[in-house]
Structure formats: C-alpha cells, structure tokens
C-alpha cells in the first residue's frame, strides 16, 4: 500500500474540492481532510470493500470539515450538516445527479456518527473510521506502518491538535445539542494529544 497507488479521482467535481478546501482551510486543516481521505483509501483495502465510488468518498473527505470555516460556518446547523450542503452545492455545479448529490451530504454528516455500518455506508463508513484514525487515533495499528508513515510524512499534521480542538470547542460552545458537544465531552483535545500519528513523519 503506496501513495503512487491511490491517485486522486481527475474529475471536475473532485478538482472543484480541492481547489475549495484549499482556499478556505488552512494548511494543517487541509492536510488533515487530505490525509482522510487516504486513510479511508487504506481501509478500503485492508477491510476489503468493493464497488465503492471513489470520486464521492474523495470529494466528501475533501469537504467534511468545510463547515468549520468562517466562511462556511452555519449559527445553527452542526457543522458536518453545513460541510454536506456547501457539498450539494459544488456537485450540483459539476453536475451531479440530485441522489448523488445527497449522498455527498450524507458522507459528510455521517464521518461525525459514533459508528456506521459499511453495509448501511460503505463511503459513510470509511470516512468516519478515517477521520477516527486522524483525529482520535483510533485504530492506529490497522493500516500499515510504512503506509501511515508516507502519509504523514507528505501530509504533515502541523498544528491540526491545536486548530482542531480550537474549532470544535467553539463549535460546542455555540451548539450544544450538535455532535461537536459529544466529541469535546469524549475528550478530543487529549486524544489529539495523544494520537500516534502525531509521531509519525
């Protein structure tokens, strides 16, 4: 398992993603929404799921936390919710059937479910134990460590422990009854703190 095996969908939307999340995240945030993405590749692999539509796991991860951004940032909606409209939006654009489009939004609110079930989710599902491994460290052992290392070495975390939680926090703050007040209670900052990963690179 190599980056030069995971090429990133050429496609208008996926292009359109990118160019977005790159705009409006800053360099560990967009790092962080990159590295997602490869992770949710890995365990594509390693759990041996088929038939998944690349190009929507890709353009989700690249958006799922757009809805953090200033820019982006809904005063009432959770910001996965806001993440998955600003989704439906861009793929609108590109051209996007209006199911497919809601499936992009549905990817995106699920990376923040305590669990999905890939046979429910396939994409849903590996966005949410990807975005897992990034930010809570959970299952650090289940890809490979020179897999994990090349990653982390080309997408380097930077200040993602400090911007993340910063983010979240406030988002808990000002929406109490989102999924953001459950992954401050379950003690992000420390499992940012703590993540493997964070010794990787």
């Given amino acids: ?3 030069a095996d995971i ?3 050429d496609s208008v939307a996926a292009r359109a993603a990118l160019e977005l999340a790159t705009e409006y995240h ?3 945030l967009l790092n962080h929404v990159l590295r997602s993405w490869l992770w949710a590749e890995g365990f594509a692999t390693v759990e041996g799921l088929h038939g ?3 190009e929507l796991l890709y353009v989700s991860a690249v958006l799922h936390d757009i809805g953090i951004v200033p820019a982006f940032d809904n005063h009432t909606l959770a910001y996965e919710d806001a993440g998955g409209h600003v ?7 590109a051209g996007w059937p209006a199911a497919r489009r809601t499936r992009a939004h549905e990817v995106i609110v699920r990376h923040n479910w305590p669990e999905v079930d890939p046979a429910f989710d396939p994409e849903g599902h590996l966005l949410e134990i990807a975005t897992g491994l990034d930010i809570s460290g959970a299952r650090p052992d289940a890809l490979p460590l020179e897999f994990r290392r090349e990653v982390v070495t080309a997408f380097p975390r930077l200040t993602l422990a400090a911007e993340f939680t910063a983010c979240v926090t406030d988002q808990a703050e000002r929406k109490p009854d989102t999924a953001a007040q459950r992954i401050v209670a379950g003690g992000v900052a420390g499992k940012l703190q703590r993540n493997p990963l964070e010794s990787l690179g």
């Fill in 87 to 93: 989704a439906k939006a861009l793929t609108a654009g």
């Fill in 26 to 28: 800053t360099p560990a």
């Fill in 1 to 3: 398992m190599r980056l």
């Fill in 7 to 9: 090429p990133a969908p």
């Fill in 52 to 54: 998944i539509d690349r």
